[in-house]
Nanobody, 124 residues
Framework: QVHLVESGGGLVQAGGSLRLSCAASGRTFSTYAMGWFRQAPGKEREFVAAISWSGGRTDYAASVKGRFTISRDNAKNTVYLQMNSLKPEDTAVYYC?????????????????WGQGTQVTVSS
């Protein structure tokens, strides 16, 4: 059974930084793409970033490009999301997910397994 555990969320002031981590177990981590999504209150879950199995390809939502960086450490079965220059509109529950194959996709329906989420709150 695949298990994903996010950590690193919290409360930060606008302009600050946070680094989220997602530890995976239960499948061969290094052969699957990973993604980060977020869901704000009253809104649908939206794509944030994705990384291919090797880390060679990354994709970002336009709203976070240039501020967020996704990376992975296959030796540690962990994917990261470095978030800089945070804005109040980044406030949401952030979820990591593992895909159905090695390549990145932005559609949430492609992702097979999800973590429980970690809250990120950015104050103005």
């Amino acid at each position: 059974q695949v298990h994903l555990v996010e950590s690193g969320g919290g409360l930060v002031q606008a302009g600050g930084s946070l680094r989220l981590s997602c530890a995976a177990s239960g499948r061969t981590f290094s052969t699957y793409a990973m993604g980060w999504f977020r869901q704000a209150p009253g809104k649908e879950r939206e794509f944030v970033a994705a990384i291919s199995w090797s880390g060679g390809r990354t994709d970002y939502a336009a709203s976070v490009k240039g501020r967020f960086t996704i990376s992975r450490d296959n030796a540690k079965n962990t994917v990261y999301l470095q978030m800089n220059s945070l804005k109040p509109e980044d406030t949401a529950v952030y979820y990591c997910a593992t895909g159905q194959g090695p390549h990145t996709f932005t559609a949430s329906s492609w992702y097979a397994y999800w973590g429980q989420g970690t809250q990120v709150t950015v104050s103005s």
